[in-house]
């Protein structure tokens, strides 16, 4: 799950993206409205929610709102605000934010929020996403699949490798390119490296195969990768 976190205080930035982090969410934090915006405009980048802040240099909290719900974005939005007056919160939520958090606040009740609004959400994450005879499991970072005899194994994955799993799993047959895996996977603001998807991939091949589990994950050449689940079709 990506979130963008758009917060002009460092302090309080870098306590929320911490927190976001140890819920295994990937964030890209911005720390100016105009800065949030370019990440928005990312086609190859897809948010599960965004928080926020009212006040910011460039572009408000506010008319980032107003912007997205304009171009019928409906990314889930929470406001931060040190606003707490009954019409400044009717004026977030008239802008098209789904929830209001007044500062200060404590991150318990920041995390509470963002479940809800993810249940809230059409893009609701379930509890787990089966493709094929492959079963990931959100609560457990575990990926189950039935083996030869019938049983089904489950194998522990490291964030990274589950979160890479999932996203070949949401484009089954699909060729995904590195750019496009490293965009959805790794903060805007990661240091590039050119084989970091190459690498991530070769820890997840060696970690199926020494549980025997034979995931049909293609290298296309030339092009990127492929979960390939057409024979289980036939």
């Avoid at 005879?133 to 959100?138: A, E, G, S, V, W």
């Avoid at 070769?202 to 049909?216: A, G, Y």
Wanted: charged share 25%.
């Amino acid at each position: 799950m990506r979130v963008l976190l758009v917060e002009d205080e460092p302090d309080l930035g870098a306590a929320i993206k911490r927190t976001l982090h140890q819920q295994k969410y990937v964030v890209d934090w911005a720390q100016d409205g105009h800065e949030a915006w370019d990440y928005l405009q990312n086609q190859w980048t897809q948010y599960t929610l965004a928080i926020f802040d009212w006040l910011l240099p460039g572009i408000s909290g506010l008319d980032l709102c107003k912007r997205l719900r304009s171009k019928g974005n409906s990314l889930p939005v929470l406001m931060l605000t040190a606003k707490d007056r009954m019409e400044d919160k009717v004026a977030g939520l008239d802008a098209g934010a789904d929830d209001y958090l007044v500062k200060p606040f404590g991150m318990a009740e920041l995390l509470a929020r963002l479940r809800a609004l993810q249940r809230r959400s059409p893009q609701f994450q379930p509890q787990q996403l089966t493709v094929g005879n492959l079963t990931l499991d959100y609560g457990s970072y575990a990926v189950c699949f039935q083996q030869t005899d019938g049983n089904r194994q489950a194998i522990s994955l490291t964030t990274k490798e589950f979160q890479l799993l999932e996203y070949l799993m949401k484009h089954p047959n699909q060729i995904v390119t590195s750019d496009q895996i490293r965009n959805q996977l790794w903060e805007m603001s990661a240091e590039p490296v050119s084989n970091v998807v190459a690498a991530q991939m070769r820890l997840l091949r060696r970690k199926l195969s020494s549980s025997d589990c034979t995931i049909p994950i293609e290298t296309i050449h030339g092009m990127g990768y492929r979960l390939n689940l057409s024979d289980e079709s036939k």
